[in-house]
């Protein structure tokens, strides 16, 4: 029996991405598109999305359930680790002070980052855990919809 281990890994990759963009997050798959993205007025969430175990089981569920609130970010944006590296990368050059980390999260207002939810945050601990710790961040950074 052969297994086809690409085609397995790009099922998975492409079912990570149906996810979080059907909880409404828009995927920025070139440096060009952060940069566009971060220099826009207001808060942005950006979801670094992976395909390990902890993003599919506890990263993408607080994301597609923290912005059921009162106050959430503007913008809601997602780049893919280890997928669209260019993109990551330039997303990451913007979270000064941090180490590179899937899954996590970072918040902007105006560009600027406020705060960061990594994956030693997320990893081993349950989806509300986190959705508290975004909506926390939301409280603080965010204003009411």
């Given amino acids: 029996m052969n297994i086809d281990f690409n ?7 492409r079912q990570a991405r149906e ?20 220099a826009k007025k207001g808060t942005t969430l950006v979801m670094i999305n992976s395909v390990c175990g902890c993003a599919g089981g506890i990263a993408r569920p607080a994301a597609a359930h923290s912005i059921h609130h009162d106050k959430r970010p503007d913008h809601l944006v997602t780049v893919f680790a280890g997928q669209d590296k260019e993109a990551t990368a330039k997303a990451r050059s913007y979270f000064v002070g941090y180490p590179p980390s899937s899954p996590s999260f970072a918040l ?38």
């Fill in 19 to 38: 996810e979080i963009t059907a909880a409404g997050y828009t995927q920025l798959q070139t440096p060009e598109e952060v940069e566009e993205t971060f």
């Fill in 7 to 13: 085609f397995l890994m790009n099922d998975v990759v």
């Fill in 108 to 145: 902007l207002k105006d560009g600027e980052l406020c705060t960061m939810v990594e994956r030693h945050e997320i990893e081993g601990h349950d989806p509300m855990s986190v959705v508290q710790k975004l909506q926390d961040a939301f409280d603080k950074y965010c204003e009411e919809v």
